[in-house]
């Protein structure tokens, strides 16, 4: 079935640090991918999007890589700051014409200072 | 900077007590989405709304749930007869185009005793 997972459910990275957070997807037909970060107590805010038809895009201090090959997608953050500790989640469209997101399990940010 | 709002922030109910959800996407958008997150889990997908239907649903939008748009800003969630494992928060989201940022509101939680 589908599956959306990610590796390490916590990270933890000195600020200043670049940090890369990763998700492996099993859909091979889903062709498009966010990534959402959320704060305790909120709902996910969208932090950047892929679709299938590229392999990397930047942001702001974000950059999401994906690899269709090995259905992987990770976020990288650069400089980390405080304000980016936060629970950090994937997710897939599982295909053209479709309206359906699965998410990823989600991977804990923490900034140390 | 608008937002997607949704009311009430927690709600509480016994358990095969009907309830209804309420969120007002942001105006100008087209495509609107459920989603609940257990606590502790990922957010789980249930379903999206696209010219006044459903265009998706998952396996956990059975027929105790339906969505309605009834009045052009409102976006509800009703959920027939509660049962304890409906215990979780739930987000609406709403976006301009079938791809794109997802606004997420703030959620409601909802506690089923």
């Known amino acids: 079935g589908e599956n959306v997972g990610l590796h390490l459910p916590t990270l933890s990275v000195q600020e200043g640090d670049n940090s890369i957070i990763n998700c492996a997807y099993s859909n091979s037909a889903s062709d498009y991918f966010i990534w959402y970060k959320q704060e305790s107590g909120k709902g996910p805010q969208f932090i950047i999007d892929?679709?299938?038809?590229?392999d990397k895009r930047q942001g702001q201090r974000v950059t999401v890589l994906l690899n269709k090959t090995v259905k992987h997608l990770s976020l990288q953050i650069a400089a980390t700051q405080p304000g980016d500790s936060a629970v950090y989640f994937c997710a897939e469209k599982t295909g053209s014409g479709t309206y359906k997101y699965i998410f990823g399990t989600g991977t804990r940010l923490k900034v140390l200072a | 900077e608008p937002e997607v709002t949704q009311t009430p922030s927690h709600q509480v109910t016994q358990m095969g007590q009907e309830v209804i959800l309420r969120c007002v996407p942001i105006?100008?958008?087209?495509?609107f989405y459920w989603y609940r997150q257990i606590l502790g889990q990922k957010v789980e997908f249930l379903v999206s709304?696209?010219?006044?239907?459903?265009?998706?649903k998952s396996e956990i939008f059975d027929d105790q749930f339906s969505v309605e748009r009834p009045d052009g800003s409102n976006f509800t969630l009703k959920i027939r007869s509660t049962k304890l494992e409906d215990s979780a928060m739930y987000f609406c989201?709403?976006?301009?185009?079938?791809?794109?940022?997802?606004?997420f509101g703030p959620g409601t939680r909802l506690t089923v005793t």
């Open positions: 989201a709403s976006t301009r185009a079938n791809l794109g940022e997802q606004y």
């Open positions: 105006s100008n958008h087209l495509y």
């Open positions: 892929i679709r299938s038809n590229m």
């Open positions: 709304f696209y010219n006044n239907e459903i265009s998706e």
